[in-house]
């Protein structure tokens, strides 16, 4: 069995096929960027994309995934390995206060940007929806994602032109 995370496949064992994928992510892939956080799938703290969905994974076990692309937070890079336009709109639109529904909120605005280019206010928030956020009361946010679909509208249709894999 094999697992494709940012661009990169793992063999995986039955043992660990078995495991809840937030487990197999942050500790046997290192990639910390995901949080878990409410344990049942109700927050979004967990949110990766598979397929360009988004998915909670704080309830998903690994064999669940498999031969399917997964992509952390770590895995969306800009040109050059910078940081990908949708996080900068975050960090300019002042949508980041303690990071820890970050991730999630961004894979799930860059799911919804992949798909449709333009959304309105009111299908950004639909989008957001069930990504819980403590902090900045959802106005920022929305703000980063409308500012950045405007650079949407020049990437080609797929997750590949937006990954770059760690090395």
Same mark, same amino acid.
């Given at each position: 069995?094999?697992?494709?995370?940012?661009?990169?496949?793992?063999?995986?064992?039955?043992? *660990?096929?078995?495991?809840?994928?937030?487990?197999?992510?942050?500790?046997?892939?290192?990639?910390?960027?995901?949080?878990?956080?409410?344990?049942?799938?109700?927050?979004?703290?967990?949110?990766?994309?598979?397929?360009?969905? #988004?998915?909670?994974?704080?309830?998903?076990?690994?064999?669940?995934?498999?031969?399917?692309?997964?992509?952390?937070?770590?895995?969306?890079?800009?040109?050059?390995?910078?940081?990908?336009?949708?996080?900068?709109?975050?960090?300019?639109?002042?949508?980041?206060?303690?990071?820890?529904?970050?991730?999630?909120?961004?894979?799930?605005?860059?799911?919804?940007?992949?798909?449709?280019?333009? #959304?309105?206010?009111?299908?950004?928030?639909?989008?957001?929806?069930?990504?819980?956020?403590?902090?900045?009361?959802? *106005?920022?946010?929305?703000?980063?994602?409308?500012?950045?679909?405007?650079?949407?509208? *020049?990437? #080609?249709?797929?997750? #590949?032109?937006?990954?770059?894999?760690?090395?």
């Amino acid at each position: 069995m094999t697992i494709t995370v940012n661009g990169r496949d793992y063999p995986v064992h039955e043992a *660990q096929g078995e495991m809840r994928l937030i487990q197999f992510i942050r500790e046997d892939l290192d990639l910390t960027g995901v949080k878990n956080a409410c344990d049942i799938g109700a927050c979004g703290a967990c949110t990766l994309l598979v397929d360009e969905q #988004p998915m909670r994974i704080c309830t998903t076990r690994v064999k669940d995934v498999a031969g399917h692309r997964v992509l952390t937070i770590e895995g969306l890079r800009g040109d050059g390995g910078g940081l990908h336009p949708l996080q900068q709109a975050f960090i300019d639109a002042g949508a980041i206060q303690c990071g820890f529904c970050t991730p999630g909120m961004v894979l799930t605005a860059h799911a919804l940007l992949l798909h449709h280019a333009r #959304p309105s206010r009111a299908e950004i928030r639909r989008a957001i929806y069930t990504n819980l956020c403590r902090c900045t009361g959802y *106005q920022q946010i929305v703000d980063a994602i409308e500012a950045a679909a405007v650079c949407y509208e *020049q990437i #080609p249709h797929g997750i #590949p032109e937006t990954l770059n894999p760690r090395p």
